[in-house]
């Protein structure tokens, strides 16, 4: 299983933490220290859609209407901390840690 995230991410420090104490094997890759491939990148997108970029963030806020208007796999590779965090691939995708991703990987 491999958890895609940013070591500073609240929400991805827990979720690294549940499952490891739950037994569960755990890669852990950083954003910011190893920034996704195209094509990795293009098969979280096509999960989930735009549900991939984190509006909500900072980095998001920091954006002109510009920025905000560019292809969203341009713009979660100029800027790997607007994924939604955290993305877990246990052979199937998971996006975010909300009780139902917890209940489908605890």
């Not at 609240?10 to 690294?16: I, P």
């Not at 950083?30 to 735009?50: K, N, Q, S, V, Y």
């Not at 969203?72 to 994924?83: C, K, S």
């Amino acid at each position: 299983m491999k958890l895609y995230g940013i070591k500073a991410c609240d929400t991805c420090r827990k979720a690294l933490k549940m499952l490891q104490e739950a037994g569960r094997e755990v890669t852990f890759v950083d954003l910011r220290d190893t920034p996704l491939d195209a094509d990795l990148l293009r098969r979280f997108h096509e999960t989930f859609g735009d549900k991939l970029v984190n509006t909500r963030s900072t980095t998001w806020r920091g954006l002109d209407d510009s920025e905000r208007a560019q292809n969203p796999l341009d713009l979660l590779a100029a800027h790997p901390t607007l994924m939604k965090r955290p993305v877990i691939d246990d052979g199937t995708l998971y996006l975010g840690w909300a009780k139902d991703t917890q209940q489908a990987l605890l």
